[in-house]
């Protein structure tokens, strides 16, 4: 019985094609079989380096049908590798199914490591990357980018995210809404000739976008949450929501809510309350504008708010 074969996982340039390694060239021309996203742009990289091997399309919507047959050139000895369009395989990108299902069948995966966005990007930063959250795409719909940007409100370590130049202002402006205005770095065309790197706070690259029709991949570095700004965290949540559903039901309105208890944050209801910021609205509605306002204010004194008849005691 033959030998069974190898499944290769390539990381391919991201840009500047002499990027690649020595090794992920060698085993690229000693491949039976080259599986990638976008055969036209992976044979542009094989041609640059004189490789001429067999190329197959493999992606999200061939991948259910694809698979079996793989395994069954797998189980007969051909050595396979995985690429992807740039940068490494499986991350925001097709592989994951395949490699799980190599494994189950008892295949040995040969990663071959090389470029990467995420850690390019996270390099030229100059924010911590001792610890980071990787969101890949977001949803295209905003909707859906929200409820998943809302999860992570509080995280307090580097964000990392993938984005098409056509969604790029939509998705700073949703950033804004649901994380509001911190620290970042744009970084697009990674390693190419009209490579950008941009640090600068969200409200200023919504600002520098609206009359700019960006190209090419970006990936977006994001601050984390400065936690010692957010002052309902934990268990001061729950006693922040009992007070505000209180108040309401008592029929006071979201500004003289937030007038009571920011008393000592020089609150100007006329000015500071966003436009259209609802007191005729319903109360759990009310309650949700109300938490995610508070989230933004500054820390709690020491002592605590007086509210007279209901108080709120720092912990």
Do not use: W
């Not at 992920?24 to 000693?30: A, F, S, W």
């Not at 001792?130 to 999860?151: V, Y």
Request: proline share 5%; glycine share 8%; aromatic share 6%.
């Amino acid at each position: 019985m033959s030998e069974r074969g190898k499944l290769f996982v390539v990381a391919t340039p991201i840009g500047n094609l002499e990027d690649f390694s020595a090794r992920g060239k060698i085993t690229l021309e000693q491949a039976d079989l080259i599986l990638c996203e976008d055969t036209r742009r992976t044979r542009n990289l094989l041609s640059h380096f004189g490789i001429r091997n067999r190329v197959e399309s493999f992606h999200q919507h061939n991948q259910a049908e694809k698979i079996p047959e793989i395994l069954a050139g797998l189980d007969q000895g051909n050595k396979i590798a995985l690429a992807t369009d740039a940068g490494t395989p499986t991350v925001s990108d097709p592989g994951a199914k395949l490699i799980r299902a190599a494994l189950e069948a008892g295949i040995k995966i040969v990663p071959i490591p090389g470029p990467s966005a995420i850690t390019t990007a996270l390099s030229a930063s100059g924010f911590n990357s001792d610890r980071f959250l990787f969101l890949g795409f977001l949803p295209a719909k905003s909707s859906e980018r929200k409820k998943i940007l809302e999860k992570y409100q509080s995280f307090s370590e580097t964000i990392v995210i993938f984005e098409a130049p056509h969604r790029i202002r939509k998705t700073i402006g949703d950033l804004l809404e649901i994380l509001g205005d911190r620290e970042a770095c744009l970084c697009r065309e990674l390693t190419k000739v009209f490579e950008e790197i941009k640090p600068a706070s969200l409200s200023r690259l919504a600002n520098d976008l609206q009359n700019q029709n960006p190209k090419g991949e970006i990936t977006l570095i994001l601050a984390g949450a400065d936690l010692s700004k957010n002052i309902y965290r934990n268990e001061l949540d729950r006693d922040l929501e009992d007070l505000i559903e209180a108040m309401l039901k008592e029929g006071k309105t979201s500004k003289e809510i937030i007038s009571a208890i920011s008393g000592s944050s020089n609150f100007d209801p006329e000015s500071d309350l966003p436009v259209g910021f609802g007191d005729q609205i319903r109360p759990r509605e009310s309650m949700n504008q109300l938490l995610i306002y508070f989230q933004k204010l500054p820390a709690v004194p020491s002592d605590g708010f007086d509210l007279g008849d209901a108080s709120f005691q720092a912990g």
